[in-house]
């Protein structure tokens, strides 16, 4: 993850990653940037992908990447939770009235190890796999709202204390596209 485009809050530092250095989060920690175009999907396919190393079982989730900080401004979160499974949020407006899909059923994280994490959207459905599981998939066929939130790596967009990652994310990469099985 290269923090240079990024805002730290608390302490957000640097080691090996499963590629070159990643960002290490302390569970208090996290980063944000403003809003940013490259994130607005809209009705565009994309695709998330990063490489995380839990260090710690969280209470309640932890965030991966998210552009989700209240209410009016939920597009999508993407995280793991209690359980070590991976969740994904998408919605296409203010949640009050809205299509919200969650996907809540994936395999297990291994703690203290690296884990790989895909969130794609093709325009028709939402899907999540770890570590080449298979897919798991539920419809939704937007557009991804277009708030205002921030950008954050570790966290929720309101700094949510709940949120917070412990461990070592890397690679983070986010695409326009939905990228194939093969890719």
């Known amino acids: 993850v290269s923090q240079s485009r990024y805002t730290t809050s608390g302490s957000v530092t640097s080691a090996t990653g499963k590629f070159g250095d990643a960002a290490v989060f302390d569970g208090t920690a996290y980063l944000s940037r403003a809003d940013d175009s490259d994130f607005e999907f809209g009705s565009s396919n994309f695709t998330i992908a ?29 995280r793991y939770d209690s359980a070590l499974k991976l969740n994904a949020f998408i919605s296409n407006g203010p949640l009050a009235g809205n299509q919200v899909n969650t996907i809540l059923n994936s395999p297990v994280a291994s703690l203290n190890a690296w884990n790989f994490a895909v969130m794609r959207w093709n325009g028709t459905q939402m899907s999540i796999r770890l570590n080449n599981s298979s897919w798991q ?6 557009p991804v709202n277009a708030g205002a939130a921030p950008i954050t790596i570790g966290a929720n967009g309101f700094g949510d204390a709940g949120s917070k990652a412990a461990g070592r994310i890397d690679h983070m990469s986010v695409w326009k596209r939905a990228l194939s099985d093969a890719s």
Do not use: R
């Not at 990063?50 to 993407?78: D, G, H, I, M, R």
């Not at 998939?137 to 937007?142: H, I, L, R």
């Open 50 to 78: 990063c490489w995380f190393y839990p260090t710690a079982t969280p209470s309640n989730q932890c965030v991966l990447l998210a552009k989700w900080s209240n209410a009016t401004n939920a597009e999508f979160l993407f």
């Open 137 to 142: 998939s539920v419809a939704f066929t937007g």
